[in-house]
């Protein structure tokens, strides 16, 4: 699936106006796919139609690709990114500020590590914000183009239950393939070395050195 979709600012406003309109249209929407599924399954489509091959890809009819769309909920704000901490939280010396200082270091050093995951994933978390926006939008521009068209009004004087005849199949298949064709495709393998798991690793505590206790600074 493809990210690249919704990327530009103006496009994201846009895609958020456009996928509000998709609630509006779902009533109208589900009865015109329901009709266009009930002649898809009885008479299938054209053997060269190219609605097949998106068939065949999402394995749904166009009614559910309707609804998979009409479920997308983008999120409103990315996951929030930690801040840093500081170099030393307290002032002292002695070898229990030495255990303490490697230990901290390291946990300073885990941190970097966690807060570039963790703005990658709330970069991951925009653009697949982006994705459903986009999704949402283009099904919106897929319904309402569907529901003003020649081949809506072949679907809906088409008889369920009879043989429609290739132009009623037809026309499902064109509306079919309109709406498949908006659920563009996300694919998120490339963020998984980004996304992947950050280890504390420990770091190398200090040989005490002799003596006892320790002093603070005032």
């Given at each position: 699936?493809?990210?690249?979709?919704?990327?530009?600012?103006?496009?994201?406003?846009?895609?958020?106006?456009?996928?509000?309109?998709?609630?509006?249209?779902?009533?109208?929407?589900?009865?015109?796919?329901?009709?266009?599924?009930?002649?898809?399954?009885?008479?299938?489509?054209?053997?060269?139609?190219?609605?097949?091959?998106?068939?065949?890809?999402?394995?749904?009819?166009?009614?559910?690709a309707l609804?998979?769309?009409?479920?997308?909920?983008?999120?409103?704000?990315?996951?929030?990114?930690?801040?840093?901490?500081?170099?030393?939280?307290?002032?002292?010396?002695?070898?229990?500020?030495?255990?303490?200082?490697?230990?901290?270091?390291?946990?300073?050093?885990?941190q970097d590590?966690?807060?570039?995951?963790?703005?990658?994933?709330?970069?991951?978390?925009?653009?697949?914000?982006?994705?459903?926006?986009?999704?949402?939008?283009?099904?919106?521009?897929?319904?309402?183009?569907?529901?003003?068209?020649?081949?809506?009004?072949?679907?809906?004087?088409?008889?369920?239950?009879?043989?429609?005849?290739?132009?009623?199949?037809?026309?499902?298949?064109?509306?079919?393939?309109?709406?498949?064709?908006?659920?563009?495709?996300?694919?998120?393998?490339?963020w998984a070395?980004?996304?992947?798991?950050?280890?504390?690793?420990?770091?190398?505590?200090?040989?005490?050195?002799?003596?006892?206790?320790?002093?603070?600074?005032?």
């Open positions: 699936m493809n990210a690249g979709r919704g990327q530009g600012a103006g496009r994201h406003r846009a895609d958020r106006r456009q996928s509000e309109v998709l609630d509006r249209l779902l009533g109208s929407g589900r009865d015109l796919l329901a009709r266009v599924d009930a002649l898809l399954d009885e008479g299938g489509a054209p053997a060269d139609h190219p609605v097949l091959p998106l068939i065949a890809r999402w394995r749904v009819l166009p009614g559910a609804e998979f769309a009409a479920a997308l909920r983008p999120p409103l704000a990315a996951p929030p990114v930690p801040g840093p901490l500081p170099e030393t939280p307290v002032e002292w010396t002695g070898p229990a500020a030495a255990a303490f200082g490697a230990h901290w270091a390291g946990v300073r050093a885990h590590s966690l807060t570039a995951r963790a703005e990658a994933t709330a970069e991951f978390a925009a653009q697949v914000s982006d994705w459903m926006f986009a999704v949402r939008s283009d099904m919106a521009g897929a319904v309402a183009a569907s529901l003003g068209s020649a081949e809506a009004v072949a679907v809906r004087t088409a008889v369920p239950g009879s043989f429609a005849g290739p132009g009623a199949h037809r026309a499902a298949a064109d509306i079919g393939y309109r709406v498949l064709a908006a659920v563009a495709p996300f694919d998120p393998a490339s070395t980004r996304l992947a798991e950050s280890r504390y690793e420990p770091s190398a505590r200090p040989q005490p050195a002799p003596g006892r206790g320790f002093s603070v600074d005032v």
